[in-house]
């Protein structure tokens, strides 16, 4: 399987959800960002202008990966998927994480209108309602986004698939480990705590102790939101998924 996550705006979760949310529910999925595609020479490389081709190149070569775009990126990447017709075939879905505040929804409304500009079809649309609040339901606070959608109907929402606000990915950005592994961390922190001999030691092993069980409590919400996805059915292409986008 294919992804690419995606939108215009910046600080909507697009790397938690790439990292945490996506790659480790696809067995032997790796995760690329577009500045990361090694080019000839072993350096990294953006993905602009003529270097499209490369990514294009790269989706090839490899079964099952997600692609985080970075925002800075994403305008250049979509009109050039328009020049190289038919690229957007190179994805299986493409998946737009969004959070309440109102800029940032309304980015998420522009991200799908273009995606589906470019011919990208509804069934291989979806959105990802991230930093939720247990307070507010997602038709309140998504309001904007929502009444978009239903007037467009560009994508189908699945409001099943929502992550809440985690301090947790934030303690482990930045350290590579996913939050399933963290879960499974079956080290004895107690005991760690109650042998360590500074107070220094005893807190890192705390705080160790702590996101791991934040980890324990995420892991179920995420394993929920992937099953709302549904993003094996993004597999079975509809009859007009091959169609060109129009001029």
Do not use: W
């Not at 790439?18 to 500045?35: D, F, N």
Request: contains cysteine; aromatic residues 6%; charged residues 25%.
């Amino acid at each position: 399987m294919k992804l690419a996550v995606i939108n215009f705006s910046g600080n909507v979760g697009k790397t938690t959800v790439a990292r945490h949310l996506l790659a480790p529910r696809i067995p032997g999925c790796q995760v690329v960002s577009v500045e990361s595609i090694n080019a000839d020479d072993g350096q990294p490389v953006t993905i602009r202008g003529r270097q499209f081709a490369q990514l294009q190149e790269f989706l090839q070569s490899v079964d099952d990966v997600v692609i985080d775009i970075g925002a800075s990126n994403v305008e250049d990447l979509l009109k050039l998927m328009r020049r190289y017709r038919g690229s957007q075939e190179d994805f299986d879905a493409f998946v737009v994480p969004t959070v309440p505040a109102r800029k940032q929804q309304q980015d998420t409304a522009a991200t799908l209108a273009e995606l589906a500009r470019i011919g990208v079809p509804a069934a291989r649309l979806r959105l990802v309602f991230n930093q939720v609040d247990d307070d507010s339901p997602i038709e309140q606070a998504f309001e904007t986004l929502l009444a978009y959608c239903t007037a467009s109907g560009v994508v189908q929402p699945r409001t099943a698939a929502c992550m809440t606000f985690n301090e947790v990915y934030a303690r482990v950005r930045g350290t590579g480990q996913s939050l399933l592994e963290l879960a499974a961390d079956a080290t004895d922190y107690k005991a760690e705590i109650a042998r360590a001999d500074s107070a220094s030691d005893k807190l890192a092993l705390a705080q160790k102790l702590a996101t791991r069980r934040l980890a324990c409590g995420v892991v179920p919400e995420l394993d929920a939101c992937f099953a709302a996805l549904d993003l094996q059915s993004c597999l079975a292409r509809e009859p007009g998924d091959a169609a060109l986008p129009a001029a």
